[in-house]
């Protein structure tokens, strides 16, 4: 850990102009990002007394290694440039709001061909439009209602594909609940136009609707079309239920997003209520593990700008009013950045009294209720996490916190389609987005300890180039939101907003895990010595005892069959060796698999699916001209010829070989 010390800016080289200011730690990783009125100021803040600071925020500046700055124009500017560096780099110190997640939603999937009504929990997607949340009954009964009126498609890719192809809807095509695009009972479009009027009936114009159908019985029953009323009848009994449902809290025309935060000294704790022509047409809740020591008007305003900024579909949706529990910093700042995305003014207040006041307390209850319900959950799995990473700490006398651990496993059949696995855990929890696989060829696939020795120096030789071309500059001020290209130049000055490009394994482990005993060990130890990493351990797990084995070490630690520690390793260890087993039988299931064209020169997998595709089987290519052959996307002449050559001498395959799958003796083509 660096002393504040050793990276201070002189006083005199900071402007006291407003600006954005980031903190990186010796790996170039940010790790937090801010902004400021007076740069100054506010950095000399960080450094006078360091031992002073609240302990979050002590944790921050001794786990940096330098700070950089950017002036910009106004207040305003900095709001936009910390938003947009916060979602680009996502510091570790920052507070981060992430999705409460108890409840199910409603959710279209606008983004496909023919959109699907479903029930969806976890992680938001693009292109998906979200109602809710909802009790899991009460989500079903509304699903089953609205199908009704609008008969959206509601089946799973598998059930459409196989719809498709017997030419025959599902039951819900039977009886009316679903419009059967599947076997072209409605066009594409048609079908788009259902689920545009879903989404909008969802979204608070239940009233146009119920006025349409009202219209629409009363012709019927004027062209004494009574059947064709009745249907009508039900469908609008079936709207108004659901109608009904939402009870009015405000004015009809108040529309309105109202926000509570309850919080303790780790966590806090956000409800909003998005209230639409007086009605409450939706919920949402966060949890954030507060990082950094904020007020309460600072955690509004990161709240605000992560829920507005962040998804596209809601800043089509901003309303007039925005009510908080407290007025946040930059507020005018905020109302005009907000005004900018809605296109219109954005009132940003807190309310004083009456039935916006009340409804506030009633969704503060909510905040409160679900940090009590979030603790009760995470507690164990948070006390279980530190305990076990502690333990292995501890047990393996290692004198820095296993933030990242890093695992390795090699997966293989008698040596042929030999791989390799990578998965990372940080804090003790998997992180999927950093998992690696590598495939070894050649003398490095001799033998299990020479495959280990190959993917840590290829891992870690990645790091090294990395970390050489990240080069942070400290101090540099420049305003990105107003540069212009120097004169006599054509090239305009390097934005510092623009993406950086990403390193795939820029940061490093605290430990490095491989799977097996002290051969492997000693291998990966060896590879990270030639290329002169010393901050790295390595032990390795002995799969017949659940040894742990050090480098260079003579007997392997035990550790008790009932330590936290020793069970994080085996999760870790089967993790990889499962990463490792999938991606060898993906490689091993494609190796398995000849065709008479394998060997063509310049005949890529593309290009040869394009062919078969094009003339149906292989007996009608071997039958085909140099000029026929041209016929098929991406056949040119001098590879129809190369094409016609190769099959014509048999080579590699045989005279009139099929493609054969080699696992199942599949013939593939005839």
Known sequence: MAHPASYRPKTGEIPTTPGVYRFRDPHGRVIYVGKAKNLRSRLNSYFANPAGLLPKTHAMVHAASSVEWTVVGSELESLQLEYTWIKEFKPRFNVVFRDDKTYPYLAVTMGEKFPRVQVMRGERKKGTRYFGPYTAGAIRETMDTLLRVFPVRSCSAGVFKRAQASGRPCLLGYIDKCSAPCVGRVTPDEHRLLAEDFCSFMGGEAKRFINRLEKDMAAAVAELDYERAAGLRDDIIALRKVFERNAVVLAEDTDADIFALHDDELEASVQVFHVRGGRVRGQRGWVVEKVEDATTPELIEHLLQQVYGEDSEVQGRIPREVLV?????????????????????????????????????????????????????????????????????????????????????????????????????????????????????????????????????????????????????????????????????????SDPTAPAPKAKFAYPPNLVVVDGGQPQVNAAARALAELGIEDVYVVGLAKRLEEVWLPDSDFPVILPRTSQGLYLLQRIRDEAHRFAITFHRQKRGKAMTVSALDGVPGLGEAKRKALVAHFGSLKKIKAATVEELTSAKGIGPALAAAVVQHLGSGEDAGEGSPAINMTTGEILES
């Open 325 to 493: 529990p407290e007025v946040p910093s930059n507020q005018e700042e905020l109302a005009e950045w907000l005004g900018g995305l809605r296109g219109a003014k954005v009132d940003i207040r807190v309310p004083q009294r009456g039935d916006k006041a009340a409804l506030m307390s009633t969704v503060r209850e909510n905040a409160e209720q679900a940090l009590k319900l979030h603790k009760t959950r995470r507690a164990g799995d948070i006390t279980v996490r530190s305990l076990a990473l502690q333990e292995l700490q501890e047990a393996l006398e290692l004198p820095v916190p296993l933030l990242r651990i890093e695992c390795f496993d090699i997966s293989h059949v008698q040596g042929t389609n030999v791989v390799a696995s990578m998965v990372v855990v940080e804090d003790g929890l998997p992180k999927k987005s950093d998992y690696r696989k590598f495939s070894i060829t050649g003398p490095a696939a001799a033998d299990d300890t020479a495959a280990m020795h190959d993917v840590l120096t290829r891992r870690f030789r990645h790091y090294l180039n990395d970390k050489a071309a990240q080069v942070p500059v400290s101090g540099e001020v420049v305003n990105p939101l107003q540069a212009k290209p120097k004169a006599g130049t054509e090239e305009p000055p």
